[in-house]
């Protein structure tokens, strides 16, 4: 009697948690076997109708048929109601094992609340402190980057005095040429005509000096051509 077996292990389940309910101790079934009992007291309907359907059908075929169905109608009858009361006693089984755990789980809240008000109040200190840290090491990147912009001002202002130094002399130094220009310009015309005058006279003896050699062949040819005519 499989469904039997079940009812009767159900029913005991229930007796015990009603028991402890009685008793003030706690719930005997965790919040997934009460869950479990009202789910299979439940399923233990179902069984127990089909059940009456495979005997009614069996009943008919039988001599006496009164009897056998009214008997068939009793089994369904007790087993229906052992099945909702397994289902009733699970649900509130499942119900009060919820609330326990809900308060279970309040109360370790209210248990851990001066550990997780400490952890909070750490964090809170350390939070302010890496914040003060921060706002200091920004403070020195501040001055530090303020400091650099300075130095590169007055590099800057050095550079921009020695550049002005020197356009300043290059001034004067253009000014002293522009005054010493025609005497340059004198200087230099003679050195020009100085240097033609040189290129000419060079280019003068290469002249002589090419019509030496000229003649010089010519003579040469001369006298070898000479014996030839004797």
Request: hydrophobic share 35%; proline share 2%.
């Amino acid at each position: 009697m499989h469904i039997r077996n079940w009812l009767a292990l159900g029913l005991m389940f229930t007796q015990a948690w009603a028991s402890a309910q009685t008793e003030g101790a706690p719930s005997v079934l965790t919040l997934e076997a009460a869950r479990a009992q009202r789910v299979r007291g439940n399923a233990l309907k179902g069984e127990a109708e089909a059940r009456y359907e495979t005997e009614r059908l069996a009943c008919q075929n039988k001599l006496i048929a009164v009897s056998c169905l009214s008997a068939a109608k009793q089994r369904r009858t007790d087993e229906l109601k052992e099945a909702d009361t397994l289902e009733r006693e699970g649900r509130k089984a499942e119900r009060e094992a919820h609330r326990m755990e809900v308060e279970a789980k309040a109360a370790r809240r209210e248990a851990e609340a001066p550990g997780r008000e400490a952890k909070q109040q750490t964090d809170v200190e350390r939070y302010r402190e890496k914040e003060a840290q921060g706002a200091a090491e920004r403070e020195r990147s501040v001055a530090l980057e303020s400091a650099r912009t300075e130095n590169r001002r007055n590099k800057l202002a050095a550079q921009q005095a020695v550049r002005k130094k020197k356009l300043e002399e290059r001034r004067k130094d253009d000014a002293k040429r522009a005054e010493k220009a025609p005497e340059n310009a004198r200087k230099r015309a003679a050195k020009e005509k100085q240097h033609a005058d040189r290129v000419k006279k060079i280019d003068e003896r290469a002249r002589q000096y090419a019509e030496l050699l000229k003649r010089r062949e010519a003579e040469e040819a001369a006298r070898r051509a000479a014996p030839s005519a004797r």
